[in-house]
């Protein structure tokens, strides 16, 4: 007869206010990730502010409210720590929100080895299945290296989240958290963004570079975006899925018949991701799918693991470009942006693949806050920007007029292949710099 642990979860069950009296001055407290995020947890401890002092919250892509830091404007009590700035998170940038310099395949080893101890741990899950587990949800990334490092877990039990199968390290059982507690709040949802002419352009020229049996990861963005429904519409055949972030566009893939996983090296059959974020639709998909495996991010994220899997297409966008083939994609100038996230890793891992290719996308302009219009390839990168992937690492760069292949190219090969592809209007000075600053060649067309 099968054990029944409702008991177990009654004994641990409390109200948010409660288990938030578990957090001390001092205290470093980690919120899951994205969609597994708290959200009454840090409602309740916001209520503490003028109890509590110097507590440090780390978070990741922030998707939720994040009361601690309204409650505490003028940072006296709560200090926002983000390992990947989107969501909410960008709205307090500069204003107590701190980000965390991280490739993201070490995320469980930075959390293990090298960042402050974890006092408590809080985390979204699904309902409790009838063995007494918990899926972490829509957040696998390094969920179970956070629980095992903390003095304290609790558990936000959401139903509305859905429950995530996955290869290993997926779950947690109701004997090992501290304390539960139980909402219906609704997750967010994230809507795909309508691709403009430029970023059509750009998924196209991906689109023609690539052929059946490749396995795809795609990055976030209006063009990863747009080359997941291209491949949908397209006649390309048995693609695998491979990335870290889930989306919308991976939906489209399998409900076009694109997706089978058949001729992956390892894994096969099987849609491997970290995290989920998109529509309810998706989350619907997810839900209980055995042809989902949702892996800790030191999994999909490890290069070597991309690099075993023949015929890898990594797809991710970024801020600038500079004619080193330096790429930018979490700042402008020193103005924080984002994050690292895994661009680098699937960039070094794409190209380490056997007929792997990395493509990093930009329109070729960006428009300024005065109307005015900038090339997104630069002579040199905005002073203060940081370098997400250097020159070294850096495979495929694409705009709207093509694609250049900087492997194995050097300094004036670079230069004129980023021209080719730069906007007409900015290329006789793109030349200019480019001669300025020694990487011209009068061969050069």
């Not at 402008?332 to 680098?344: A, D, F, I, K, Y």
Request: proline share 4%.
């Amino acid at each position: 007869m099968p054990f029944n642990w409702n008991e177990e979860y009654k004994k641990k069950l409390v109200s948010a206010d409660e288990a938030a009296k578990i957090v001390k001055s001092g205290d470093w407290v980690e919120y899951a990730f994205g969609v597994s995020s708290s959200c009454v947890f840090d409602e309740a401890l916001s209520k503490r502010k003028n109890e509590l002092k110097d507590i440090n919250i780390r978070s990741s892509m922030g998707l939720y409210q994040h009361f601690t830091r309204e409650a505490d404007p003028n940072v006296e009590t709560f200090r926002w720590n983000s390992w990947h700035s989107a969501g909410v998170d960008k709205d307090w940038v500069d204003k107590g929100l701190y980000y965390t310099p991280m490739k993201f395949f070490e995320y469980p080893s930075l959390v293990r080895n090298n960042s402050k101890p974890t006092n408590v741990f809080v985390v979204g899950v699904s309902s409790m299945d009838k063995h007494g587990y918990f899926s972490w949800g829509v957040n696998t990334c390094g969920a179970m290296t956070c629980f095992e490092t903390a003095q304290y877990c609790v558990l936000e039990v959401n139903k509305n989240l859905p429950r995530v199968l996955g290869g290993a390290l997926e779950c947690i059982h109701v004997t090992q958290v501290d304390y539960i507690i139980e909402t219906n709040a609704p997750i967010p949802i994230l809507s795909s963004a309508t691709p403009g002419e430029a970023d059509l352009k750009i998924a196209k020229n991906i689109i023609d570079r690539l052929r059946d049996r490749c396995c795809i990861q795609l990055g976030i963005g209006k063009v990863p975006d747009a080359v997941g429904n291209m491949i949908a519409a397209s006649d390309l055949k048995d693609i695998g899925v491979h990335t870290e972030m889930y989306t919308n566009a991976f939906l489209a893939m399998v409900k076009a018949g694109k997706i089978t996983g058949r001729y992956k090296n390892i894994d096969k059959y099987k849609q491997v991701f970290s995290f989920a974020a998109g529509s309810q639709e998706l989350y619907d998909y997810i839900d209980d799918n055995q042809g989902l495996m949702a892996c800790n991010v030191d999994y999909t994220n490890d290069p070597a693991i991309i690099a075993s899997l023949d015929n890898f297409v990594a797809i991710n966008a970024c801020i600038e470009v500079d004619l080193y083939g330096q790429i930018c994609s979490e700042s402008v100038g020193t103005r924080h942006v984002s994050g690292t996230g895994g661009q680098l890793d699937f960039v070094e891992g794409a190209y380490r693949s056997k007929g792997g290719q990395a493509f990093v996308c930009t329109p070729s302009t960006k428009t300024l806050k005065d109307g005015s219009k900038v090339s997104s390839i630069a002579p040199i990168l905005t002073p203060g920007g940081i370098v997400t992937c250097p020159r070294t690492a850096t495979h495929f760069i694409v705009t709207e007029y093509g694609a250049a292949d900087l492997k194995g190219k050097t300094t004036w090969e670079r230069a004129e292949a980023l021209i080719d592809i730069a906007h007409p209007d900015f290329r006789d000075d793109l030349i200019k710099a480019a001669a300025a600053n020694n990487i011209w060649i009068k061969s050069n067309k």
